[in-house]
């Protein structure tokens, strides 16, 4: 059984999506510090949507090698890990992952969360709006799922 592309090979993948609020764009490991910030101030947050990432001693070097996998994985178009950013690229937001799934019905699975302080700000739903908006205008995928939020 031959294993089809997560995207078309000519589909030209979005480098971005931006709003009057924030950008996404692809998660590199350049972003590895204002990540793990994020990531840190986060943790309750993310527990308690269901995650058990991060682990408790979660350390700044393990989330250069998260981060170098889904770098990896975005340019080798097998997932797309998009981060959120202030306009002014000064804080990491939360962060927008695009993946393939094996759940009858979908060929694309969707996560995203945002740093605590955001949440607080209502950004969560805000973004999540936004995303599943790019989601039928620019992508190729016929029916995505959201794990967790609908």
Known sequence: ????????????????LETSRFRLRMLSVGDVEKDYEAVIESRDLLYAMGSSWPREGFTIE????DLERHQQEFLDRKAFAYTVVSLD????????????????????????????GEYDKGLDAVLFEAVREWMDSSWPFKAVIYPGRE
Do not use: H
């Open 1 to 16: 059984m031959k294993k089809t592309a997560f995207v078309p090979e000519g589909f030209e993948v979005p480098p971005s």
């Open 62 to 65: 393990e989330n250069l090698a």
């Open 89 to 116: 690229e000064d804080r990491v937001l939360g962060c927008v992952y695009i993946n393939p799934t094996e759940t009858d019905g979908a060929d694309a699975q969707v996560y995203l969360w945002v740093r605590q």
